[in-house]
């Protein structure tokens, strides 16, 4: 279900390297306030794949680099920028039907969970007995929605609930890679990533 970008494949293969994407998902800790969807993670990895090419070109080691600056978070807070703030704002219209393919995603057979529509362009997802601790008596509902100005954001359903970034692309594929890591939230896999 991954929706790898057009451009970071080749006929050889991905545009990135593996160290590059262990690099990327290793600086994508949830801790960071973000979850990442795969094809931005890919996203990242191949713009620090071509930032170590250029190191190269200079000698400059990919090793190197982190005697002065982190590339693998600087690439990574460059390209989820772009699916968390969009350069022109979405239509009432367009983040309804963003909201409504994430709806159909998580109640998929292949995600099964439990969701209804929620206010604006918003999804309310039933908990499970693995689902972390939220909300006023811990058992809070997950709430995840997509604004005209800012991408996709989940947060326990209760007023004053912290809100956690998704950078994923405001897309249907987006939507289906949203869906696969609120499933992953909702039965625990991800730990706690609302705790910093």
Request: net charge negative.
């Amino acid at each position: 279900m991954t929706d790898t970008p057009a451009d970071s494949v080749t006929a050889a293969g991905p545009a990135f390297s593996p160290e590059a994407y262990a690099a990327v998902e290793k600086a994508a800790r949830p801790q960071r306030g973000t979850l990442y969807a795969p094809s931005v993670l890919e996203h990242a990895a191949e713009l620090l794949t071509d930032l170590w090419a250029a190191g190269e070109r200079h000698g400059v080691t990919a090793s190197e680099w982190g005697w002065s600056i982190d590339l693998a978070s600087g690439a990574l807070d460059a390209v989820s920028r772009r699916y968390e703030r969009p350069e022109t704002e979405r239509t009432v219209e367009e983040t309804l039907t963003l909201s409504r393919h994430l709806l159909e995603a998580l109640i998929s057979d292949e995600i099964g969970l439990s969701a209804k529509p929620g206010p604006r362009a918003s999804v309310i997802v039933e908990r499970s007995a693995d689902t972390p601790r939220g909300g006023f008596h811990g058992d809070a509902n997950l709430i995840v929605g997509i604004s005209s100005n800012v991408g996709w954001d989940v947060a326990f359903n209760q007023n004053g609930a912290s809100l956690l970034s998704i950078a994923a692309p405001a897309s249907k594929a987006g939507a289906s890679q949203v869906a696969e890591i609120v499933r992953a939230l909702v039965h625990g896999e991800l730990g706690n990533p609302f705790r910093r």
